[in-house]
């Protein structure tokens, strides 16, 4: 194994060693991202300000705010994958695992491997199977091994809660299935590669309320395994999921604290307005 | 006039102008129905079994087919594929995938400039090109021609079909840490590969029948070609040879060499209707 | 640092190849410019196997009507005739009928009867140039001999256009065979600007009152205007460039004669029909310079195609953003 990893590091160029997590013992809540003076433009306009949050480990985060208030921006900020649109900018710093995303020489598409993300509108891809959607991360990423790819196939579809419904038939296509089964195929496919994060972009938005009761019921089974993050409108699915919530307000983070506190007892004025509705 | 005549004045030039406007859209397909009918006419009772098996006869004597033009139709479109495509689908991609919006608005202009050049004038470059310092008629030449000729059709219908791709897509490839250009091109195009490929087919159904290019690149050939590096008969070139001739067998012939021509055709862009159905059907 | 510290399957992922990304959007770019080293291509070629008859002739090349290759004197001026006659008379059949049936077929038509209609129309467009020109031989010539001409003779005669003898091939039979080869593109380039004009326009001219055509008329026509005027240009375009049909029937003879009756010769045609038989290296060089006159003339007519066109999509897009 260790000359695996030296060869690793020799083949990659200018690198950063992004294989080797901190070596310091996890504590307890020990935050997954350590976020400092965060800020994010498109173009001329700030979409995020100055935001610095700390999100803890294997716990849910759930990130709320009025429309427009940056929650996409941000869960986008750390997998650094706004930098898809043309003309952003980032200042500040995301640590991960005690190494900073946005430094010299760091390569998105590995970060992408260890955060993962599932968005609004699922997406399998229309061309291939159930199989082939969820092992693409890992074959398109190099892995050949037979065995290892079945055996992913399957733990990612237990995982996902969709392993029952469909193992029948996984070389049906993907588009094939339900909204809600798409969606859970959609997080099947973001496990397989085992990131240690997953971001999730509002993902029972599009889907009717007995399908967003299965996938709050996932994201509860699924934080044993990994940090969450859930970007969400529904301030309901909020304190029923999660363990932690930020509240955004125009691009600024105005409160960060347990759900339970949040919901019962805000700290700010914005906080408590939002909470109850006085605007939305 | 009074309000009720202007308004019976009115209507009745808008009937009129209706009318007239149907009677156009029959004349447009007066001449389609016309050809159809002397290619069925004059090509079917001309066509046998030796058309599609025998070389022409020589000038005069009856009979004779035209076996090697059929062929080297077919090798000159395979020859004009392994540049158009290549060139065309790549260039197609990067117009889609890379690049800034003003430098791509100026290749697809350039694009579409060429795609307006008559095509005897590629017939004319590529004699210069390579008919001249090679000192001979050639399928290459033939096939450099059609395949000039394939490139910006080619990299327009790629790059329309791979902007319909939504987004959506490629963000998710992104997000599982698969590279750009795997990205690109195991999950775009092959999202899109449908369309890539109707591309295709409909630049093929273009050339297919392109004979200007080929007056003095391929040249033609009355026997069988044995080397792409020697003049080759093609089926286009055949039928205006036949044509332009004094002798009437020829002339059945050229109807036969017609109608087998239009059936190629026809038969291609039936093949695209196919597949483009299926893709409308599957849009989600 | 054990290795239980790294996730085992990490291991085993290859990681992403930055010169694969870099190596792909370079080809891609290559590739690309594959159109702007054609257009040099075809510009540099046709300079290079002219310039010694550019040198010779100068720009009289351009109004000479003498083409005499024996006596070895050149001069464009009967195939630059030619091929503007002929593409004009190509316009004026094929311009009110295409926009007269895209009318149909946007506004006018039932429902069931425009995809089919439309579909006809693609097939005329397939039909190759060659193949047109066969019927046109055989079938169209001897008709246009027989009836058609005559009949035009009787009621026009007295006009400068239609006198003379009459061969069947002529300038007017190019010109016919033109305009059923340009009608499919002004059609469907003309439909597709007028089914992009937005409703909201139609709706607001039904609401004044307005009847059908004048609906079509003021809301449709002239808000299309330019892109109309754009779709008319490409099959203009199209027109000039025009080779193996117009060959086939419009006689071949490089002469300036008032009459449509009269056998006319255009700038591909002659190309077409003498370059394997240039002797002389003159002769080519006199060829190649038809083929950059030919050239010039069609990169013109389709840029000017292409700004309209542009002009029209940005009409709209900027009346949307009110």
């Known amino acids: 194994m260790i000359e695996t990893l030296t060869a690793m590091k020799t083949t990659r160029l200018h690198t950063v060693d992004f294989m080797q997590p901190s070596t310091d013992q996890p504590q307890p809540l020990a935050p997954a991202f350590a976020v400092k003076n965060l800020s994010m433009w498109y173009g001329a306009n700030e979409a995020i300000k100055n935001v610095t949050i700390d999100i803890p480990a294997k716990r849910v985060t759930a990130i709320i705010g009025p429309s427009g208030c940056g929650k996409s921006t941000f869960l986008r900020g750390l997998n650094r994958l706004h930098e898809l649109v043309p003309r952003t900018r980032v200042n500040g710093d995301v640590l991960f695992a005690g190494q900073n995303l946005y430094g010299p020489d760091v390569d998105p598409a590995l970060i992408r491997r260890r955060i993962g993300m599932v968005f609004q509108k699922s997406n399998p891809f229309p061309t291939m199977s159930i199989a082939e959607n969820v092992l693409v991360g890992l074959k398109l990423n190099g892995v050949r091994d037979r065995t290892l790819l079945n055996e992913r196939l399957e733990k990612s579809l237990r995982m996902a809660a969709l392993w029952s419904e469909v193992k029948d038939d996984l070389r049906k296509p993907g588009i094939s299935l339900s909204g809600g089964q798409q969606q859970r195929l959609c997080i099947a496919r973001a496990i397989a590669i085992e990131p240690e994060v997953l971001l999730m972009d509002e993902p029972a938005s599009a889907l009717d309320p007995i399908a967003t009761m299965k996938i709050e019921e996932l994201i509860t089974e699924l934080k044993a395994n990994y940090t969450i993050v859930i970007v969400t409108h529904n301030m309901q699915q909020a304190s029923r999921c999660s363990d932690f919530t930020a509240f955004f307000y125009m691009g600024e983070l105005i409160e960060f604290a347990n759900t339970a506190k949040i919901f019962s007892n805000p700290t700010r004025r914005q906080t408590e307005d939002y909470i109850t509705g006085r605007f939305g | 006039m009074s309000g009720s005549a202007n308004h019976q004045f009115r209507k009745a030039t808008s009937l009129i102008a209706s009318l007239l406007c149907s009677i156009a859209a029959l004349l447009v397909i007066v001449p ?245 159905r299926g893709r409308a059907a599957r849009v989600t | 640092m054990t290795s239980a510290a790294v996730p085992a399957s990490v291991l085993r992922l290859r990681p992403p190849s930055r010169f694969g990304d870099r190596a792909f959007e370079w080809l891609t770019f290559a590739m690309s410019l594959g159109v702007v080293v054609l257009v040099l291509l075809v510009g540099w070629q046709l300079m290079r196997g002219s310039h010694l008859a550019i040198a010779k002739f100068g720009f009289h090349f351009l109004t000479t009507s003498t083409w005499d290759p024996v006596a070895e004197q050149y001069g464009a001026l009967p195939f630059i005739y030619g091929t503007v006659v002929s593409s004009l008379i190509a316009l004026i059949i094929a311009v009110p009928l295409s926009i007269a049936t895209a009318i149909y077929l946007t506004e006018l038509a039932p429902l069931w009867i425009r995809q089919p209609l439309a579909s006809a129309i693609e097939m005329l467009a397939a039909i190759p140039s060659v193949i047109l020109g066969l019927w046109g031989i055989f079938v169209m010539i001897p008709w246009l001999r027989a009836h058609a001409f005559p009949a035009l003779k009787a009621t026009l005669g007295w006009t400068p256009f239609f006198t003379g003898p009459i061969y069947g091939v002529s300038m007017l039979a190019g010109g016919i065979i033109i305009a059923i080869m340009i009608l499919p593109i002004i059609t469907s380039v003309a439909r597709e600007i007028m089914r992009s004009v937005p409703n909201l326009q139609r709706e607001a001219a039904y609401a004044l009152g307005a009847t059908k055509w004048e609906v079509t008329r003021i809301a449709v026509l002239s808000y299309a205007r330019s892109g109309l005027f754009g779709a008319v240009i490409l099959g203009l375009g199209r027109a000039l460039g025009e080779t193996m049909a117009v060959t086939m029937v419009i006689g071949n003879t490089p002469q300036i004669k008032a009459s449509l009756f009269a056998p006319g010769y255009t700038l591909a045609s002659v190309i077409a029909n003498e370059f394997t038989e240039a002797t002389t290296d003159m002769y080519l060089q006199a060829l190649f310079e038809i083929g950059l006159v030919l050239f010039g003339i069609t990169i013109f007519a389709n840029l000017l195609a292409q700004l309209l066109l542009k002009t029209m999509t940005r009409k709209m897009t900027t009346r949307v953003a009110q």
Request: proline share 5%.
């Open chain 2, 32 to 276: 389609l129905g016309l050809i159809f009918f002397y290619l069925l006419q004059s090509g079917l009772s001309s066509l046998n079994l030796a058309f599609f098996t025998h070389l022409p006869k020589p000038v005069g004597e009856p009979g004779g087919g035209m076996a090697n033009a059929i062929v080297g139709s077919g090798q000159l479109l395979a020859l004009a594929s392994l540049i158009g495509v290549p060139v065309g689908v790549l260039g197609g991609v990067y117009l889609a995938e890379y690049g800034t919006a003003r430098a791509n608005a100026s290749l697809r202009f350039v694009a579409d400039v060429l795609n307006g050049v008559p095509s005897i004038i590629w017939g004319v470059v590529v004699y210069g090109l390579v008919v001249l310092p090679f000192k001979s008629f050639s399928a290459y030449a033939g096939g450099l021609a059609l395949g000039c000729m394939m490139i910006p059709l080619i990299m327009r219908t790629t790059e329309e079909v791979l902007l319909l791709v939504p987004g959506g897509y490629r963000e998710a490839a992104l997000a599982l840490g698969i590279s750009h250009w795997k990205t690109i091109v195991h999950i775009v195009m092959k999202t899109a590969s449908k369309g890539i490929v109707t591309g295709v087919l409909l630049a093929l159904a273009r050339i297919a029948g392109e004979t200007a290019p080929l007056l003095f690149t391929a040249f033609g050939n009355r026997f069988w070609n044995r080397s792409l590096s020697e003049p080759i008969a093609a089926l286009p070139l055949q039928i205006f040879t036949y044509a332009i001739s004094p002798y009437d067998d020829w002339h059945r012939q050229a109807w036969a060499g017609a109608l087998v021509l239009v059936a190629m055709i026809f038969l291609i862009n039936l093949l695209v209707r196919f597949l483009a």
